[in-house]
């Protein structure tokens, strides 16, 4: 496979890591890499960067020490070093409520891990995937990977998506027992998807299940991937925390849903309507394991996978774009989230068998469940910065909407009178919301 053509720039990503949504809203300068390896690089474009300054709070001591963060999703990999020092603390309490099984399993049994499915993988690392900085393990040498929290604890709670209703009632009362925040980066079923047996839970249970959930601890959801003017549930009710998704240079990624209940966004990957494949959140279990199937027998087959690649900055920039697909390019996102990946090629970065997304190139990350992740990892710090934030989620709540930056310098809405349905209170800001949390003295 060929180079994607934004291995041939210079993003301007941190020093350390290439986690540039961790960094503060910040000019940047993109530069086009020389062919000769003395050669000097070829400024392209100035740009404005956003990012949800976590950097700030970690030169503060914090690093959301111990704070337990569910991660609701079809499994992990545990043993990822970038996350497996973090989940071997909690690892006791990590549970499968997969609708085959009924209820819980312990983590003992393996039934955790999810070799095909890479997503909670991905989100776990976003919100506490270790800092290489800081590791002595040799695989993390050269790792550009770090969490929004990396001292936090991802704790894995595996659903299945084909809603059996009794086994998600059970895995969010589970959640609402053991974790201090809540991720939940996929939709569930709405009261009229499920048919109303007698002596069987619904949909209307499982609601007032997250409903009851939200009331005592932080639940972060997706906002969904669908860029309509609505957001999926359960982001649709008012008592969750709903995160869309901007992109690098601060327009709403063109998947992201938005409107009425819509709490605040986090940065993300961003594609043309037409690459929307490439988002990472799965609406159902069908369509997963029949994509898995497909990308199975392509790897096997040392084929690329069966998704379309999104433009890169030559074609954004040099004019490549086919003329049908160039409405909104200059508003385009360029990167996406780096973030863990299954350990081998059975993730999405599988050529060569990679065990991380990458911010440029083929194998980001990205989605609504990317923003949600951070968000989360967000909570983690303020959590950390002080116990009595702890099961205050209304004020959780609360603090992120106040502290988020509406800056029209960094955030770019349609209209003015649009910002709100696009982006909430504003991008999320880790400093100010933590500065803020520390302050709380509620009772």
């Known amino acids: 496979m060929s180079l994607h053509y934004s291995e041939r720039y210079d993003f301007g990503l941190p020093n350390t890591d290439d986690c540039w949504h961790l960094d503060p809203c910040k000019d940047v300068v993109i530069s086009r890499k020389s ?38 999703d079809m499994g992990l990999d545990p043993g990822h070093p970038s996350l497996s020092p973090n989940i071997a603390k909690v690892m006791d309490l990590a549970a499968d409520f997969d609708h085959r099984l009924g209820g819980r399993t312990p983590a003992r049994n393996a039934q955790i891990l999810n070799r095909y499915n890479a997503h909670g993988t991905a989100c776990a690392g976003i919100v506490a995937a270790v800092d290489p900085s800081t590791s002595s393990d040799p695989r993390l040498k050269n790792v550009r990977v770090v969490g929004v929290a990396p001292e936090a604890c991802p704790l894995p709670v595996r659903i299945s998506s084909n809603f059996d209703i009794a086994s998600l009632i059970a895995a969010l009362d589970y959640s609402r027992e053991h974790g201090d925040v809540i991720l939940m980066p996929r939709y569930l079923p709405l009261d009229d998807e499920t048919p109303v047996l007698k002596g069987k839970p619904n949909s209307r249970d499982l609601r007032n299940a997250v409903e009851r959930l939200a009331r005592e601890k932080p639940v972060v959801c997706a906002s969904g991937n669908n860029g309509r003017a609505e957001l999926v549930y359960p982001a649709s009710l008012d008592d969750v925390i709903a995160v869309g998704a901007c992109n690098d240079r601060g327009y709403r990624s063109t998947y992201s849903q938005y409107g009425k209940g819509l709490t605040l966004v986090a940065p993300s990957n961003d594609v043309p309507e037409k690459h929307s494949g490439l988002v990472r959140l799965d609406l159902d279990e069908v369509n997963l394991l029949k994509r898995e199937r497909e990308e199975l027998q392509a790897r096997l087959a040392r084929r690329p996978p069966p998704a379309e690649v999104p433009y890169g900055i030559e074609d954004l920039y040099l004019g490549k774009i086919p003329a049908g697909d160039r409405m909104g390019s200059e508003e385009i996102g ?45 909570i983690a710090l303020m959590l950390s910065a002080n116990d009595r934030v702890k099961g205050k989620p209304r004020a959780i709540k ?17 209209s003015p009178e649009h910002f709100e349905r696009e982006f909430g209170a504003g ?6 919301a933590v500065a803020l949390a520390k302050d709380y003295r509620g009772s």
């Not at 350990?343 to 989605?367: M, Q, R, S, V, W």
């Not at 988020?404 to 955030?411: E, G, Q, R, V």
């Open 35 to 72: 062919d000769r390896r003395d050669g000097d690089a070829v400024p392209v474009a100035n740009v404005r960067r956003v990012g949800i300054d976590a950097r700030t709070v970690w030169s503060q001591g914090n690093r959301g020490t111990g704070i337990k963060v569910v991660i609701f």
């Open 334 to 378: 360029l990167l996406s989230i780096a973030a863990p990946d299954n350990l081998g090629e059975f993730g999405y970065n599988y050529e060569p068998a990679g065990d991380y997304c990458d911010a440029k190139g083929f194998f980001g990350f990205g989605g609504t469940s990317a923003a949600a992740a951070q968000v989360a990892g967000v």
């Open 398 to 414: 609360e603090m992120l909407m106040l502290t988020a930056d509406k800056s029209p310098h960094n955030l770019h809405a349609r």
């Open 427 to 432: 991008l999320v800001n880790a400093a100010r």
